[in-house]
C-alpha cells in the first residue's frame, strides 16, 4: 500500500514524505524475510518487474517518435502506441493492491517492480543508467 501511496503522491506537496514512508516500509519487509529469500525477491523485481516497465516505456517511446504504416495499423487487432502506453502506465499501480504471492507465485513480483521504477523515474529520473552496472538491488537506485 505504501507503494501506492507513493506513486499517487509524485505531483503532490507529500511526494518526498511518501516516499520516505515507502522506503522506511521496504527496509521493514526486507527485515522479515531471509537472506536468501530477500535476494529472489530482490531479483524478480529487478529483473521481471523492470522488464514490465519496460514494455511501457517502449510503448510510450513508441508513440512520441514513431508511425506505423498503413499495413501495420489497419489491422484488427491494430491498437496505438499510445493507448498500449496508457493502458499499461495505468494498470501498473492498479494491480498492486490486488498482488497474491500465493496466488500468483513470481508473477507478483512484475508489476510491484514496474510500479518501483514507475517511481524511480519520479525520485531519480538517471536511475536507469545504473541498472546493468548495480544489479538486484532497485532500492539502492533511490540514493544515486
Keep these: 500500500r505504501k507503494l501506492s501511496d507513493a506513486l499517487e503522491a509524485r505531483r503532490s ?3 518526498e514524505a511518501a516516499v520516505n514512508v515507502y522506503r522506511q ?3 521493514e519487509f526486507r527485515k522479515v524475510l531471509t537472506e536468501a529469500d530477500y535476494r529472489y525477491f530482490s531479483f524478480q523485481v529487478w529483473q521481471e518487474g523492470v522488464a514490465r516497465y519496460t514494455e511501457y516505456r517502449i510503448a510510450e517511446l513508441a508513440a512520441e ?3 506505423p504504416g498503413k499495413s501495420f495499423s489497419s489491422l484488427p ?3 496505438p502506441y499510445q493507448a498500449e502506453a496508457d493502458t499499461l502506465r495505468e494498470g501498473i499501480p492498479k494491480a ?3 498482488l497474491s ?3 500468483l507465485k513470481r508473477v507478483a513480483f512484475y508489476p510491484f517492480g514496474a510500479a518501483e521504477a514507475l517511481l524511480l523515474d519520479a525520485v531519480n529520473p538517471v536511475w536507469r543508467s ?3 552496472k548495480e544489479k538486484f538491488y532497485l ?3 533511490f540514493g544515486h
Design 25 to 27: 516500509a521496504r527496509e
Design 101 to 103: 504471492l500465493a496466488g
Design 139 to 141: 532500492e539502492a537506485y
Design 65 to 67: 517518435s514513431y508511425r
Design 77 to 79: 487487432d491494430y491498437t
Design 13 to 15: 506537496d507529500n511526494f
Design 96 to 98: 498492486l493492491p490486488f
Design 130 to 132: 545504473v541498472y546493468f
